[in-house]
């Protein structure tokens, strides 16, 4: 199966989990403090990180949560996720406006370069996001070098425009696509099934999703 066409068999379950995305009880804020945590750390632990971070408003409180949680960098981050707070209430930052591909061209925000930017973009806006987050798994899935992604935002946006390109074939928002070809190609390559993200909308629990297969 090819990732279009799993995607277009399986999007109803992606549209619902950008639904709940949109109804979170967790700021744009939070939600783009995740993004940052989640650089370089695997998914469960920076879930872990974030849920343990929630109520620490120092660097020492954030560093010690975030570390303790096994976030990679954790000092770092917690330094981050600070000056993201920080510039926030002073008016020296902004949060992401659209058109997204002009602000990502133009502004950035603390610990988050165009690929994690881009993440912390959908997770605020996940039907209305024209970018999307080219991690190592989309890489893959696309035959691209991630490390030149990261280094070159006109090659990252050359695979962005795929990605968005195919998404509009089968009819789903760019996120979305996107998402279900993270799924796709994680089921096929390391056999890890979806995760729906719901801790950042319901009282966080251990759900077991139904398996499938992208094969």
Request: aromatic share 12%; charged share 20%; hydrophobic share 40%.
């Amino acid at each position: 199966m090819d990732r279009q066409t799993y995607a277009q068999l399986n999007g109803q379950r992606y549209l619902d989990w950008a639904g709940g995305l949109v109804s979170s009880p967790y700021s744009e804020v939070e939600r783009f403090e995740w993004a940052i945590i989640t650089a370089h750390t695997p998914f469960q632990v920076s879930v872990a990180g974030f849920l343990a971070s929630r109520r620490e408003v120092t660097l020492t409180g954030l560093a010690q949560a975030l570390g303790d949680a096994g976030v990679m960098a954790a000092g770092n981050k917690a330094a981050y996720i600070i000056r993201l707070r920080e510039g926030l209430t002073v008016g020296s930052l902004s949060l992401p406006t659209p058109p997204y591909h002009d602000w990502r061209r133009t502004y950035k925000l603390p610990g988050l370069m165009h690929t994690k930017l881009s993440f912390g973009i959908c997770l605020c806006d996940p039907y209305g996001a024209d970018v999307v987050c080219v991690d190592t798994h989309i890489a893959a899935a696309y035959g691209a070098d991630h490390k030149r992604c990261l280094r070159r935002l006109d090659e990252y946006e050359r695979i962005e425009r795929q990605i968005v390109r195919e998404a509009d074939e089968v009819k789903l928002p760019a996120f979305c696509y996107q998402w279900a070809v993270w799924d796709w190609q994680r089921v096929r390559t390391r056999h890890i099934q979806p995760s729906d993200h719901s801790f950042l909308w319901t009282n966080p629990t251990q759900v077991q999703l139904p398996l499938f297969s992208a094969a």
